[in-house]
C-alpha cells in the first residue's frame, strides 16, 4: 500500500523556519518524482517545488525560489522541504504527493508540476505564519 505521511507543519512568526517531512512507503522511492503542494483557504492547490529522487533534480515556483529547499534522503525514502524567511502568504495546507518517474524521462523532460499529475496523495500537514 502507497503510503505519504507529512510532517513538522506549525505556527511560526514571520521570518521564521520550518522543516517538512513527507515519509513515503509501499513504492520503490527511486523511480519516483515528489512533489510539495500547498492550498489556502478558499485558493486552488499550487505547486511549491518537485524532486526526481533518482537524479536529484529540482523545480521551485517563482513565489519561494531561494526561501525554501526541496531535498530527500534515500536511506529513509523521506523528502524534506526547509522553509526559511516564511511569510504570511506561505500559510496553507501542505501536501506531498508522489509521481512515478522512471529513468527513462529523468532529465529528459520538465518535472511534473501540476497536481493533476501526481498518483499519490498525503493527507496535508498545516503551516500558519503570523505576522
Known amino acids: 500500500e502507497v503510503q505519504l505521511v507529512e510532517s513538522g507543519g506549525g505556527l511560526v512568526q514571520a521570518g521564521g523556519s520550518l522543516r517538512l517531512s513527507c515519509a513515503a512507503s509501499?513504492?520503490?522511492?527511486?523511480?519516483?518524482?515528489i512533489g510539495w503542494f500547498r492550498q489556502a483557504p478558499g485558493k486552488e492547490r499550487e505547486g511549491v517545488s518537485c524532486?526526481?529522487?533518482?537524479?536529484?533534480?529540482?523545480d521551485y515556483a517563482d513565489s519561494v525560489k531561494g526561501r525554501f529547499t526541496i531535498s530527500s534522503d534515500v536511506a529513509k525514502n523521506t523528502v524534506y522541504l526547509q522553509m526559511d524567511s516564511l511569510k504570511p502568504e506561505d500559510t496553507a495546507v501542505y501536501y506531498c504527493?508522489?509521481?512515478?518517474?522512471?529513468?527513462?524521462?529523468?532529465?529528459?523532460?520538465?518535472?511534473?508540476?501540476?497536481?493533476?499529475?501526481?498518483?499519490?496523495w498525503g493527507q496535508g500537514t498545516q503551516v500558519t505564519v503570523s505576522s
Open positions: 504527493a508522489a509521481k512515478s518517474w522512471p529513468l527513462l524521462v529523468v532529465g529528459k523532460v520538465p518535472l511534473p508540476r501540476g497536481p493533476y499529475e501526481y498518483d499519490y
Open positions: 509501499g513504492f520503490t522511492f527511486d523511480d519516483y518524482a
Open positions: 524532486i526526481s529522487v533518482s537524479d536529484g533534480s529540482k
